[in-house]
């Protein structure tokens, strides 16, 4: 069962910074798209940003300017810059990646999670 590794979550004051890191185990198959996605709780899951194989990007519009998405592929990781951090920023963040064979037989997997609390 692949499992994408989480870390960098903690606690910061408002306005400061975090960078998150997850890292692919190390496969024979090809990763596609990498994300972040965060939880609140008893909300759904919804998307943070999102990167392809080849450097594109997708962030939700709260994030925008401040998030910065970034991954290596020679290393099979994927990193969050979070700037200008807010309250409401506060919850679990979760790495995801899209790993398969091929695009069409591809799963998506997750990491264990990660807290990120802005507070003062």
């Known amino acids: 069962q692949l499992l994408l590794v989480e870390s960098g979550g903690g606690l910061v004051q408002p306005g400061g910074s975090l960078r998150l890191s997850c890292a692919a185990p190390r496969s024979i198959f090809s990763i596609y798209d990498m994300g972040w996605y965060r939880q609140a709780p008893g909300k759904q899951r919804e998307l943070v940003a999102t990167i392809t194989s080849s450097g594109s990007t997708n962030y939700a519009d709260s994030v925008k300017g401040r998030f910065t998405i970034s991954r290596d592929n020679a290393n099979d990781t994927v990193c969050l810059q979070m700037n200008s951090l807010k309250p409401e920023d506060t919850t679990v963040y979760y790495c995801?990646?899209?790993?398969?064979?091929?695009?069409?037989?591809?799963?998506?997997?997750w990491g264990q999670g990660t807290q990120v609390t802005v507070s003062s």
């Open positions: 995801n990646a899209f790993i398969g064979r091929s695009i069409p037989t591809m799963k998506d997997y």
